[in-house]
């Protein structure tokens, strides 16, 4: 995908939140507006339904907390590197939605 495409994805993402924000819906708790906010930005940006968008969503928001990410950041990534295609593989060998090398994976799990 082209750079300029990439960075194209990420500032309509970046829209879609600065006007959930400003929409006036966005209330409660931090975690359950940020929880509803990535279900609906998945909803828009890909061919998932509900019941998968709230799954990615709390995926994203247990992760993004226990290792003190922001989950906007996470989702962005995943946007941009995978378009929320959870087979994706790259040409170089990067797989998954956040498109991680293999022996990056690994080296990750190990820490872990």
């Not at 924000?21 to 930005?41: N, P």
Request: aromatic share 6%; no cysteine; proline share 3%.
């Amino acid at each position: 995908m082209k750079k300029s495409l990439k960075i194209h994805r990420i500032v309509f993402l970046l829209l879609g939140v600065i006007l959930l924000f400003t929409s006036g819906a966005y209330a409660g708790s931090q975690e359950s507006r940020d929880l509803e906010t990535i279900k609906l930005l998945i909803e828009k940006f890909s061919s998932k339904k509900a019941a998968e968008s709230i799954l990615l969503a709390r995926a994203i928001v247990k992760a993004s907390q226990r290792h003190e990410m922001d989950p906007f950041l996470v989702l962005a990534v995943i946007q941009v590197e995978s378009s929320f295609k959870k087979n994706a593989i790259s040409p170089v060998g990067a797989v998954g939605l956040m498109q991680i090398m293999p022996h990056t994976g690994r080296a990750i799990a190990s820490d872990l």
